[in-house]
């Protein structure tokens, strides 16, 4: 385990907040789009996997997109936002809240009808669905606001945002083209990703290692030290998919275990670069080593829905 000296840096007071409501831009970043793909795609990976085709589903596909991305994901991030304006006053002073562009506590009431609207729409698509969104707004609250606040522990949080992110935006996909539940075989794949989805979880903490050790949230880069991190973030991610090849091939679907054992290759042969400096090259392993994995997903899906 890794122990550094504690920061005698003090947390910086927040800009002064503008007044009035905040401008559609910057509800737009505090909403995040670039964290909408994973849950999308997901669920992309869900439909696929269901292997029921498109005729007449096509609404209710692009439903569940805007519903996994935007209003989910976008609640998620909101809700994460408003109860982390302190630590993203000394992480992200930019950010729009703790800079003052969402005023007052816009930022608590974008989050509340952003969940209003998202269990509406999960309404639309089907009973099922809409338990599913239920479920994942319940985590996207609970994983950042008091008193559960999942995210203050290293190991419960990243496991929450991988069981939804990955595990409940595929379920959901795959629930919607059936208009019934998943098979056991698609669930466990889904089940395999989202717990392997973990070690990318713990991959962002990185950039939040000082704010969160000033105030008090044990991330696992925090607890173990950013080298122990890593390591153990690519052993989660690796060790999933190991699983999921050896089902594959069990159920037959020996394309698809190739094609996932072809990414796995190519992430383990990026590892070594990201375990000489973690902290440095986290970013680059996420936008290399996370392409590869979810592009894994959409191998696995293909396999499981009949595709290939």
């Known amino acids: 385990m890794e122990h550094s000296v504690p920061s005698t840096r003090t947390v910086p007071t927040p800009a002064r907040r503008r007044t009035?409501?905040?401008?559609?831009?910057?509800v737009l970043e505090l909403l995040k789009p670039i964290t909408w793909f994973p849950p999308m795609w997901a669920f992309l990976c869900g439909a696929v996997s269901a292997g029921t085709g498109l005729d007449?589903?096509?609404?209710?596909?692009?439903?569940?997109?805007?519903?996994?991305?935007p209003l989910v994901c976008g609640t998620s991030q909101a809700v994460n936002d408003w109860f982390d304006r302190h630590v993203d006053a000394i992480n992200e002073p930019h950010r729009p809240i703790p800079s003052g562009r969402i005023p007052g506590r816009w930022g608590l009431?974008?989050?509340i009808i952003a969940?209003?609207?998202?269990?509406?729409?999960?309404?639309?698509?089907?009973?099922?669905?809409?338990?599913?969104?239920?479920?994942?707004?319940?985590?996207a609250w609970a994983y950042s606001a008091p008193p559960l606040r999942f995210k203050a522990n290293g190991w419960l949080g990243p496991l929450v945002c991988g069981l939804t992110y990955e595990g409940l935006s595929w379920f959901t996909g795959a629930a919607v083209m059936l208009g019934a539940m998943p098979s056991a075989r698609v669930i466990a794949v889904?089940?395999?990703y989202s717990l392997g989805?973990?070690?990318?979880?713990?991959?962002?903490?990185?950039?939040?290692?000082?704010?969160?050790?000033?105030?008090?949230?044990?991330?696992?880069?925090?607890?173990?030290?950013?080298?122990?991190?890593a390591r153990l973030a690519c052993v989660t991610m690796a060790a999933a998919q190991v699983v999921v090849i050896a089902l594959l091939a069990v159920w037959g679907h020996a394309i698809s275990a190739a094609a996932v054992t072809f990414v796995l290759a190519a992430q383990i042969a990026a590892m070594p670069r990201l375990l000489r400096d973690p902290a440095k090259y986290a970013p680059w392993y996420n936008g290399v080593g996370v392409t590869l994995y979810?592009?894994?997903?959409?191998?696995?899906a293909l396999g499981l829905g009949g595709h290939i």
Do not use: C
């Open 20 to 26: 009035g409501t905040p401008r559609a831009r910057d």
């Open 56 to 69: 007449g589903r096509w609404w209710f596909v692009a439903g569940g997109v805007l519903l996994a991305g």
């Open 109 to 111: 009431y974008i989050a």
């Open 115 to 139: 969940s209003l609207i998202s269990a509406s729409v999960a309404w639309l698509l089907g009973p099922i669905v809409f338990v599913a969104g239920l479920v994942g707004l319940a985590f």
């Open 190 to 192: 889904m089940v395999l």
């Open 197 to 229: 989805a973990h070690g990318i979880m713990v991959l962002n903490d990185f950039k939040a290692v000082e704010g969160d050790r000033q105030t008090g949230l044990t991330s696992l880069p925090v607890v173990l030290g950013v080298s122990s991190a």
């Open 294 to 300: 979810v592009l894994g997903m959409l191998a696995a």
